[in-house]
């Protein structure tokens, strides 16, 4: 039988945005509401994506990295999940550095990359218009989920890396 494909997959984004919350909902279908922001996780998890046993590497980085260690985790991943909260604008304006940044790293490739705009469930406090994520989205030619940690009734956390593989294996 062929070994099950390993990808490598990094979670990037500014500090509080909810990416150790997503990555622990993703592999547990749990909500941790604190989370120590300084830690920075790698963790192993098989999955089937479309009839294939897919094994993922996530690391959560703690988004507080310096330049050296940043670099360094994106030359380490294959795919990666760049998060912002709609409630803060802020994290928002820091995808697209983000991303240049990422591009001039992984060049001349093109970046396999889900944006996920995270905490859907404060909409009350949204400083992020779905539109908006959109057309980030768009630009960057990659798939945009918006979803919660929180409350994941439509399973979108799931979704987005399940996704983000998918692409990683399309390259
Ligand atoms: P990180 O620094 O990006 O890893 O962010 P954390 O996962 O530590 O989350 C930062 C804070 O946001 C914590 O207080 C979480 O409880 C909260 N949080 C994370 N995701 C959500 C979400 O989807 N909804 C709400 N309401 N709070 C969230
Ligand atoms: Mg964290």
Redo the contacts with the bound molecule.
């Keep these: 039988m062929a070994k099950s494909p390993e990808v490598k997959l990094a979670v990037f984004?500014r500090?509080?945005?909810?990416?150790?919350?997503l990555v622990v909902r993703f592999l547990t279908k749990r909500f941790i509401?604190?989370?120590d922001?300084t830690l920075e996780s790698t963790y192993r998890h098989q999955a089937s994506i479309d009839d294939e046993i897919v094994t993922m590497e996530i690391l959560d980085t703690a988004?507080q990295e310096d330049m050296l260690q940043k670099e360094g985790h994106m030359r380490w991943g294959d795919g990666f999940v760049i998060v912002y909260d709609i409630t803060d604008r802020c994290s928002f304006e820091e995808v697209a550095p983000l991303r240049s940044l990422l591009e001039d790293i992984k060049k001349p490739k093109n970046v396999p990359l889900v944006l996920v705009g995270?905490?859907a469930?404060?909409d009350h406090a949204r400083q992020v218009a779905t539109e908006e994520g959109e057309r980030l989205a768009a630009e960057m030619a990659c798939a945009f989920y918006e979803c919660?940690?929180?409350a994941d009734e439509g399973g979108y956390v799931a979704e987005a890396f399940h996704e983000l593989c998918r692409e990683v294996r399309r390259r």
Excluded: I, Q, R
């Design positions: 984004g500090a509080g945005v909810g990416k150790s919350a509401w604190e989370y922001p988004g995270n905490k469930d404060l919660s940690a929180c």
